[in-house]
């Protein structure tokens, strides 16, 4: 018993100096039970909001208005997919399956990001997920590119330049909205209306308010906090409003000169914590979408297992 | 009708063809047995649109009307679009999807390899480009109807079944009229492909354990705008935006 504790302190303490000297955790590197916890919850949320959010978008596939509006949706969903695949595998470096992590989805043990359970009502939802949600994404994925998890660091560097790309597409189509009709205008300053504020709950509950970050802190999995990324957020996407006359829906959002950012309007943290909690508009619907392809492409899927064990016993007959 | 004519009529089959094809496709998004395969059937789906806007754009230029690609795409009816019936079925279940893609895809590498020693420079460079798509869409497609037909008992039914259910709009990919006619050494003789086609398939059927189709009689129609009840559900939903704000530009 004795001799376990020490070897467990050891182990802690070599942890805890390989962080504080800010080198890189690799998967074969001893790390406390704690840390390898919070990794894999954090990284399955971030794969499940990737492929989660094909869902939304995915929905305007089909009625997106030109040839290369539907090019570049489509590639942009492609990205997200990828995303979801590069972030599933990095998570299973830690030793958890992708079917274990589909399955912790669909028991509701994993979430995924609250903003997909918001729906896309018209095209200017397509552009305004590009420019707001990829953008909130890309303010807390640059924070993360420095995260002190090896792969999770590694998947956020690469993940990041395609964010950009998805951020300007969006903001194109945008821009590309309020110079057009009027009812172009309108359907952009709707959708503008609908996502802002669910954008700003990306970055998740007020400093105070946030149950796991003392720990996130101390091993540098987290480096910025929540309230300072979503000012970073909220500074850098006014001006590109204003440029194209879109109005934030927000009356108290007001320029601090003495903080240096934008103050804004009380959040409605009621409706954060009711969607979180399964009431949002489309909770139910993207998870039930989610468990039902799944189940109906069993059978793909044991098809190619049964296809695969088949041929390689083929080979050891031979 | 003239050469003109019908040069603008080659293109918007192969426009089309492309175009309805990447439309079925890409509502694979969100709905694909595994993450890999909603990534690989809406990738598809991307180069098969990108082919559409070059041959539409291409139409356009030659029907000396200013039409653009979206023009084309979001602005005809029913009766003026000629792809194939196949790409507008729905697309059914995973096996059905596959076995329309196999013979869609492995008709198309002969068709552009073909394609790209057409006297039309234009189309010559898009089949060039298209060739390299095509040959991975091929690849993948038969990976699958080997695995599908190969694997298990439920697989081996469903891979049968899409087989079986798509072999009688097969036939069209075979069509030549005047069209093709008046465009000689422009236009691919489709005729000619079709005993390399048939033997490809056939090896491909025997190795996943299934059965090549006996029936001969073949749908037609869609070359010459007379199409199934499902084309217009794709129009109403694809055109939806460009119809609806007829002034707007997106
Ligand atoms: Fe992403
Ligand atoms: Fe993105």
Redesign the pocket.
């Known amino acids: 018993m004795e001799k376990t504790d020490t070897v467990l302190e050891e182990m802690l303490k070599n942890f805890e100096e390989k962080i504080n000297r800010g080198d890189a955790i690799e998967p074969k590197d001893k790390m406390p039970d704690g840390y390898r916890k919070h990794l894999i919850r954090q990284m399955s949320q971030h794969a499940h909001s ?1 492929v989660i ?1 094909m869902q939304p978008e995915g929905n305007w596939i089909t009625r997106a208005p030109s040839l290369r509006a539907k090019q570049i949706l489509l590639a ?1 969903i492609q ?2 997919g990828g ?1 979801g695949l590069y972030l599933y595998s990095a998570a299973e470096t830690l030793g958890i399956s992708r079917s274990e992590l589909i399955n912790q989805l669909h028991t509701g043990k994993a979430k995924y990001s609250n903003i997909f359970n918001y729906p896309t009502l018209n095209w200017a939802d397509i552009g305004a997920i ?1 420019w707001l949600v ?1 953008g909130a ?1 890309i303010v807390n994925q640059v924070s993360l590119q420095r995260t002190s998890y090896g792969p999770y660091s590694r998947a956020m560097v690469r993940i990041c330049k ?2 950009s790309f ?2 300007r597409q969006g903001y194109e189509i945008m821009a590309k909205m309020m110079a057009g009709t009027k009812e172009q205008q309108e359907m952009a300053q709707d959708a503008m209306n609908r996502w802002w504020w669910p954008s700003l709950m990306m970055f998740g509950p007020h400093d105070g308010d946030s149950p796991h970050t003392g720990d996130a802190f101390k091993w540098k999995i987290k480096r910025h906090s929540n309230d300072e990324l979503r000012h970073k957020f909220i500074d850098k996407t006014v001006q590109q409003a204003e440029v194209i006359g879109l109005t934030i829906p927000d009356k108290d959002l007001k320029w601090n000169e003495a903080k240096g950012h934008y103050d804004h309007g009380a959040i409605n943290w009621d409706e954060f914590y009711r969607t979180i909690n399964g009431n949002g508009p489309c909770n139910r619907q993207r998870l039930a979408h989610h468990i039902k392809v799944h189940n109906e492409g069993a059978w793909v899927r044991e098809a190619a297992e049964a296809y695969r064990a088949k041929k390689e016993k083929a080979i050891f007959n031979n | 009708m003239t050469q003109q004519q019908a040069l603008y009529k080659y293109c918007l089959r192969l426009g089309d063809n492309a175009l309805v094809q990447s439309y079925r496709l890409s509502e694979w998004c969100s709905n694909g047995p595994i993450l890999e395969e909603d990534l690989a059937l809406t990738n598809f789906a991307l180069d098969m649109t990108g082919r559409a806007q070059a041959l539409l754009t291409y139409a356009g230029k030659i029907d000396g009307n200013n039409k653009t690609d979206d023009d084309l795409a979001y602005r005809r009816g029913e009766r003026e679009f000629y792809n194939i019936l196949m790409h507008e079925l729905p697309y059914g279940d995973f096996a059905n999807t596959i076995a329309r893609l196999f013979y869609s895809a492995t008709f198309e590498y002969l068709f552009f390899s073909g394609l790209m020693n057409s006297t039309d420079e234009t189309l010559a460079a898009i089949a060039a480009k298209s060739i390299k798509e095509v040959k991975y869409h091929m690849a993948h497609a038969t990976d699958w109807v080997l695995r599908l037909g190969d694997g298990t008992e439920e697989s081996h039914r469903r891979m049968q079944n899409g087989i079986s259910e798509n072999w009688m709009f097969t036939g069209e990919m075979f069509e030549m009229d005047e069209v093709e006619t008046l465009l000689a050494g422009v236009s691919v003789v489709v005729s000619e492909i079709k005993a390399k086609w048939l033997s490809q398939v056939s090896k491909v059927m025997a190795e996943a354990t299934l059965t090549l189709p006996t029936d001969t009689y073949m749908q037609t129609g869609g070359r010459n705008g007379i199409h199934t009840e499902y084309l217009g559900h794709i129009l109403s939903e694809m055109q939806y935006l460009q119809r609806a704000y007829p002034t707007a530009t997106w």
């Open positions: 990737e959010g942009k990205d997200e995303h590009g990829d994404a395609e964010e998805h951020q």
